[in-house]
Structure formats: structure tokens, C-alpha cells
């Protein structure tokens, strides 16, 4: 679920953005089509969110999420204007501090999940910090060369897992598609320069 465009103009509502489930429901489609679909469905939402905010300064938004999205944390709080909040469905399990949450936001305070501020510090000690192990392993042979095809016969694993893999970097190093870099080389560039790889 994303912002209404009445929501979002409206000068007290909060933003809710849902994030993928880590098994699909029935009838969802799976794949790199609808990886693609969610990672352009994320960014729409970002780009929603900041329009909303450039048309009115200071309006508050509160992202709840099932896992952290570096890219949400870091542009909510880069515009310096406060009223943001960024929470992990898991950690919202009392009602009494969901709300204190919102009223914290909708008063102009920032309002961010243990985990968030985990993660972000830990993204500046190295980009791939994010990445699972496997995740490496994938990067590690894109870097080599490898074409998807060979990835999944070098880790035996199914090409489709390979593309999900590669969405979920793409997505952990904030490279969106709807950017003019060419992912798959900005990916394994960062890579090569992380001196702690």
C-alpha cells in the first residue's frame, strides 16, 4: 500500500507503505517480472512521498515496512524537516506505541525503529554491508563476468533464484531502475571499490 494523492496532500495525514511479504500469497506472481514490479512499485512510492513533501514542507509521513529499505530511511531524513517516522511491522506489535508513534510524527518529531538506525550506521561503514552471504556469492561472480546462466550452475541453484537475488542487491545498494545507470555495472563497480570485500 502506497500514499492516496489525498492523503498525501493532506498537512496532518501520515504516509503507510507495505513491503513485500517473505512468502507470496496465492495467486501473487513470483519471478523476475514481479521483482521488477515491486522494486518500480517502490520507487513510485518514493517518488510520490518526496513529491508530497516538496508541495508541502514539513508534512508528516510514517513508513511502516517488513524489512529496512536504506533509500526510504536516508531520503526522509536527509530534507532536514523532521516529521518522519520509519517503523518495521514486527517491532509495531503494541497498539499504545503505534500511536504515541504517530502523534510523535504528526508533531513534527522523527520517529525510527532500532533496526533502521542499525542499518544506516551501518551502511557507511561499507555498502555491502546489507548484503547476505549468498548475496555476496552472487555479486562476487557478476564482478567475475558471469551471466546469470552460470551464476545458478556454479551456486546450483535455479536462475530464477539467481534474479531475485540480483533484485534484492540492486535494491540494498539503492540502485533503482528508474535511474540512467546500468544496475548490473554500478552493482559490481561497488564491489570492486568496497575495500572490505
Known sequence: MGC??????ART??????ARSE??????RTGPAASSTRVRARADRR????AARRQHP?????LLSQYVERAYATELLADG???????L?????????????MRRVAAGGTVLDPQVVAQLVAARRSPLANLTPREREVLALMAGGSTNTG?????????RAVSKHIGNIFTKLDLSPDTDVHRRGAAVLTFLQDPGR
Do not use: M
Open 4 to 9: 492516496s494523492p489525498a492523503a498525501a496532500t
Open 89 to 101: 511491522k514486527d517491532r509495531v506489535s503494541r497498539v499504545d506505541e503505534f500511536l504515541d508513534a
Open 151 to 159: 551464476i545458478a550452475a556454479q551456486l546450483v541453484i535455479t536462475e
Open 58 to 62: 514539513g508534512l508528516p509521513v510514517l
Open 47 to 50: 517518488r510520490l512521498i518526496r
Open 13 to 18: 495525514s501520515s504516509c503507510t507503505t507495505g
Open 23 to 28: 512468502k507470496p500469497s496465492p495467486g501473487t
Open 81 to 87: 524537516q523532521g516529521a518522519v517516522g520509519y517503523l
